[in-house]
């Protein structure tokens, strides 16, 4: 099946088996009957696929696992209550006390709170260097360092990092690769057939699509996925629930053809936002001037949907501009049908410090905008009468 075929079909017939329903049911049980003590031992002893319990798994939550396997032509997925705890439940389940991280400096600001200030409570330190020059990770490997974590495009400066290289060092090194896919999700980029052991994803983005669901996803081999499920997951409880793994079912029946149209959208308003005389930079990978062009161009199918922008006049020209838009929402989060346009520096970045965001090249001024799914003529029209004010 291609890729969209994936997207409709894959995970409904076996969520259904009783009334032939075309899309997958909502199941909402917490628990579920054993046809007797037999059986139920052999599901827990895992040597039957029968299901046990909600926290466990989920016929709903179990057809958006296989739908996701397909469209990352994985062999197996978890999915969680959300981004941050699919990237903290894989983190805890890979790194021990004493362990060493390195992670790229430019990556959500979540995360990056996780590995700079949390996990260093319980003994498990990260280095952030620049990946966008391989040679500074090599660099920075010691001889506790167990896993690589990062991002492409990164966020929020859409930096690309070359995947592949990447993942050749930490083979080198013997070291394990975390890499968030959020931004560039299938059909746009397959991080594993770039060498990438665990891909992890914030499903609230592009996956799902339309803003009114919070959930994230581990993918990888189905040896790894089985370790994390029998020796982490279960027991750290960050299950979804079956009417979210519902919602985003159907928001990716429509995935390839979003992704296309955000793409098409993206590349028109970074050229309008680029050609603007009150604009100092447009970051946009899709763009014949950004640095990682090429490179975006070789690894990924399409160049995604966000962008950002510095305004000339810094911080208060930011937010007279994020003030004065009309159709595009004000708002964090990206990925959605909706425009969504926010400050980083004041919003998804405050965690970092001053100088933190200076180390990671986020400047005062930046805006980053995930352009959505209207008229694209009407998002550059309502960004024209913003850039006026300013
Ligand atoms: C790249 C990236 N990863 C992870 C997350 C966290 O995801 P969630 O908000 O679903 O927990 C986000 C949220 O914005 C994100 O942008």
């Keep these: 099946m291609k890729f969209s075929t994936k997207s409709i079909k894959i995970g409904v017939e076996e969520s259904d088996p009783s009334f032939g329903s075309v899309v997958p049911p909502i199941y909402p049980s917490s628990t579920f009957r054993f046809p007797s003590a037999e059986e139920g031992a052999a599901r827990f002893a895992f040597k039957s696929p029968g299901m046990i319990y909600s926290r466990l798994a989920n016929p709903t939550v179990q057809a958006l696992e296989k739908r996701l396997t397909a469209m990352e032509g994985a062999e197996a997925a978890l999915v969680t209550s959300s981004g941050m705890s699919a990237i903290l439940t894989a983190i805890l389940h890979f790194a021990k006390a004493g362990d060493h991280i390195v992670a790229h400096k430019s990556i959500y600001g979540g995360t990056f709170e996780l590995l700079s200030k949390i996990l260093p409570k319980f003994g498990i330190k990260t280095s952030f260097v620049d990946f966008t020059d391989p040679a500074n990770v090599e660099k920075t490997i010691k001889k506790n360092t167990t896993i690589l974590y990062f991002e492409s495009p990164t966020n929020p400066l859409m930096e690309i990092v070359d995947i592949k290289t990447i993942c050749y060092i930490a083979k080198k090194h013997n070291l394990l690769t975390l890499f968030d896919n959020t931004f560039a999700n299938p059909p746009l980029q397959y991080p594993l057939k770039l060498g990438v052991d665990v891909v992890l994803y914030s499903l609230t983005k592009y996956i799902n699509g339309h803003s009114d669901v919070i959930a994230g996803a581990i993918i990888s081999s189905k040896k790894i996925i089985e370790d994390i499920f029998k020796r982490t997951l279960i027991f750290f409880g960050p299950t979804l629930s079956p009417f979210s793994a519902y919602l985003i079912l159907r928001g990716m ?123 694209v003529d009407d998002i550059i029209q309502d960004l024209s009468q913003a850039l006026d004010k300013v």
């Design 253 to 375: 029946t429509t995935l390839n053809e979003r992704m296309k149209k955000h793409c098409e959208n993206a590349l028109a308003v970074a050229k309008f936002l680029e050609k603007h005389p009150k604009i100092e930079r447009v970051y946009y990978p899709g763009l014949k001037s950004h640095p990682h062009y090429k490179l975006a161009k070789k690894q990924m199918n399409g160049f995604g949907g966000v962008l950002s922008f510095e305004v000339k006049g810094g911080y208060e020209a930011g937010k007279k501009l994020v003030n004065s838009v009309k159709i595009i929402n004000l708002a964090v989060s990206l990925g959605a049908v909706e425009s969504l346009i926010e400050h980083p520096a004041s919003m998804t970045h405050s965690e970092l410090s001053a100088e933190e965001r200076k180390k990671a090249g986020i400047k005062d001024g930046l805006i980053r905008l995930s352009v959505g799914l209207e008229d």
